[in-house]
């Protein structure tokens, strides 16, 4: 990439292509401020920032958290709840720093090129400039010359021609004559005022522009270094990551044939089924609220929800491990309802919306993980647990289809896997009623 140090006595004038160039350098300025992060680009960055000082934020308040609450609770059950909420955390903060990192690269490679234009566009000028002052340098060299020769020699040339005419016919042509020496000295003489105007100015702006160069230039090392920090940030981050999923796995190993720890995970799936119940509840009583108040929010519309019935897309592709309604425990032959299906999958796999709706709320439930619920309208939810990464806010509208997150192991023990829910109102729905065969 072209450096500022080259920059130097070239800071001249320029010829009438020089113009093109003037105005090639602010239309590259225009676009460079156009592009640059530190422009319109401005607000999006400090949305970024905001969101990964927040989740950095978070992980710092879980990890004081997770050192005094380790020196109270020695439970098991309370160390894979705490490894559960910081895997889930570190997932999402190494999400949006890759998200980061791709918009900051893009930044770059944009702000590389703008700033590759700009400096290429100086040379030209630099040369233009350095052409305009030879050819000034030469009309300078000829105009002298004329102006010593017409001191010395005008007056007796002009006799000179009145004198040896032999007609009048000739005295005219040789007046004629002169008069054109005249006007093209006096051209020369114009046009030498013109290019040294141009360039003075030309000097002037080139001065203007590698200030302007040397800024961009700062900005883009600035730039450079902060995709550094993002890419060792990241590699500590996912280090961590994989070092606090190794812990919880071990810990699962301990623990999955453990039959009171089974007991006491199944207990708590039954408390986060009544308290996914409990949100449905409460989101279907604002909803009939609003339905007779103000009008539903605008949703991006497909296929109502209720026509869906037996040929709606899965949420992830995987194998049904776990059926709707009363099942029986293998390990402990106890009868639990299930108020939705299990859907056995490889950890990371994508989990979509089957409907269009609104992200209503996103959380986490000891037994159930991380969650979301989406509303469908109508009176129709959908639930979606054990998610790894969560890719959509609360508040945010999606289409049929569009991705949640992934299928992780938070608030799992027997592996990865989505857990899935239809409600109708205040009524759970057997998924598999819904759900297209296979």
């Known amino acids: 990439m072209p450096s500022v140090k080259s920059r130097h006595s070239l800071r001249r004038p320029f010829t009438s292509g020089g113009l093109i160039g003037v105005l090639l350098c602010l239309a590259l300025n225009f676009a460079w401020g156009w592009l640059s992060p530190h422009s319109l680009q401005a607000q999006e960055s400090s949305d970024h920032a905001k969101q990964l000082d927040r989740l950095r934020g978070e992980i710092q308040e879980f990890e004081n958290r997770l050192k005094e609450s380790r020196t109270r609770e020695k439970g098991v059950m309370s160390e894979l709840e705490r490894l559960d909420k910081d895997v889930a955390l570190r997932s999402e903060l190494v999400r949006r720093l890759a998200d980061e990192k791709k918009r900051t690269q893009k930044s770059l490679e944009t702000s590389r090129r703008e700033l590759e234009n700009i400096q290429g566009s100086l040379v030209r000028t630099r040369q233009d400039s350095l052409r305009t002052e030879l050819d000034r340098d030469a009309l300078t060299d000829l105009v002298a010359k004329r102006a010593v020769y017409t001191y010395k020699h005008f007056r007796r040339d002009l006799l000179k021609a009145t004198l040896t005419s032999g007609s009048l016919m000739q005295w005219l042509t040789r007046q004629e004559y002169l008069k054109r020496i005249t006007a093209v000295d006096q051209g020369n003489l114009n046009q ?26 700062q900005k883009y090392q600035a730039m450079v270094s902060y995709n550094e920090r993002l890419l060792k940030e990241s590699s500590r981050e996912t280090a961590l990551l994989k070092k606090r999923r190794a812990e919880r796995e071990t810990l699962l190993k301990r623990v999955r044939q453990d039959r009171e720890f089974i007991a006491q995970q199944l207990q708590e799936k039954k408390e986060a089924a009544s308290r996914v119940e409990d949100l449905i509840k409460s989101l279907e009583t604002k909803r009939a609220k609003a339905s007779t108040t103000v009008p539903p929010p605008k949703t991006i519309l497909d296929a109502p929800f209720a026509t869906l019935r037996g040929r709606m897309t899965w949420p992830a592709q995987g194998s049904v491990v776990g059926r709707f309604g009363l099942q029986r ?110």
């Open 192 to 217: 030498l005022q013109r290019k040294n105007q141009k360039l003075a100015a030309l000097g002037n702006n080139l001065a203007q522009r590698e200030t302007v160069e040397s800024s961009r230039l």
């Open 329 to 438: 425990h293998e390990k402990l032959s106890t009868l639990t309802e299930n108020p939705g299906i299990d859907i056995e999958a490889e950890e990371g796999a994508p989990v979509i919306s089957v409907c269009s709706g609104e992200i209503t709320k996103i959380t986490w439930l000891r037994g159930f993980g991380n969650t979301v619920i989406v509303d469908h309208r109508d009176g129709y939810y959908t639930v979606y647990a054990h998610l790894e990464q969560i890719q959509v806010r609360e508040g945010q509208v999606i289409r049929a289809g569009e991705s949640l997150g992934q299928v992780g192991q938070s608030g799992s023990l027997a592996g990865p896997r989505l857990h899935f829910e239809i409600w109708s109102k205040r009524e759970k729905q057997n998924p598999l009623d819904w759900l297209a065969k296979k």
